[in-house]
T-cell receptor, first 114, second 114 residues
Framework: DVKVTQSSRYLVKRTGEKVFLECVQD?????MFWYRQDPGLGLRLIYF???????EKGDIPEGYSVSREKKERFSLILESASTNQTSMYLC?????????????FGDGTRLSIL | GEDVEQSLFLSVREGDSSVINCTYT??????LYWYKQEPGAGLQLLTY?????DMKQDQRLTVLLNKKDKHLSLRIADTQTGDSAIYFC??????????????FGSGTQLTVLP
């Protein structure tokens, strides 16, 4: 079974702090994704990575950056956290780029910015 | 851009069938997915359908796809209280050429009443 592990289930930070959210997958998947989930808006893609050190912006990249130094780990960085970044953050991984392979999700990190 | 729409809420009585509907706009979608999210958890893949199919059945789940109308539905037979969750529809396409990405609907909160 694919395991996607997000380092924290709940996190509380202050405005202006630099925040790191970590995600690790154990199935050697090429692609990894960061989403944020807000009520009534579904999941919105922040950034994704299709290989080590490669990244592409998703739909809402402003205020975020990412890092993928190793294949199994994809980090989301809030450079200077703001209250409008309070949300549920979900990481996903995906094998290859073709076919019907589904994305596999972690359990999410609920981030509160005070 | 691509858009996926779902109604936000659905209530059914235990033992009845539930039908969750979804419409999408991207005619190049090749795979369409249904994910389930239980409280406090990440997304769990329920089922998916390839765009050249019009129906897929998996135990209590039936997926219907009307590609002409870009309409997808998920029917859950004999709905149980454990089926109460948020259900997300998602369509898969290459948007930037580097990785297959998912566009999610807003999610439908299914409540099963005893």
């Amino acid at each position: 079974d694919v395991k996607v592990t997000q380092s924290s289930r709940y996190l509380v930070k202050r405005t202006g702090e630099k925040v790191f959210l970590e995600c690790v997958q154990d199935m050697d998947h090429e692609n990894m994704f960061w989403y944020r989930q807000d009520p009534g808006l579904g999941l919105r893609l922040i950034y994704f990575s299709y290989d080590v050190k490669m990244k592409e912006k998703g739909d809402i990249p402003e205020g975020y950056s990412v890092s993928r130094e190793k294949k199994e780990r994809f980090s989301l960085i809030l450079e200077s956290a703001s209250t409008n970044q309070t949300s549920m953050y979900l990481c996903a991984s995906l094998r290859g780029s073709s076919g019907g392979q589904p994305q596999h999700f972690g359990d999410g990190t609920r981030l509160s910015i005070l | 851009g691509e858009d996926v729409e779902q109604s936000l809420f659905l209530s059914v009585r235990e033992g009845d069938s539930s039908v969750i509907n979804c419409t999408y706009t991207d005619s190049s979608s090749t795979y369409l997915y249904w994910y389930k999210q239980e409280p406090g958890a990440g997304l769990q893949l329920l089922t998916y359908i390839f765009s050249n199919m019009d129906m897929k059945q998996d135990q209590r789940l039936t997926v219907l796809l009307n590609k002409k109308d870009k309409h997808l539905s998920l029917r859950i037979a004999d709905t149980q209280t454990g089926d109460s969750a948020i259900y997300f529809c998602a369509e898969s396409s290459y948007r930037s050429g580097s990785a297959r990405q998912l566009t999610f609907g807003s999610g439908t909160q299914l409540t099963v009443l005893p």
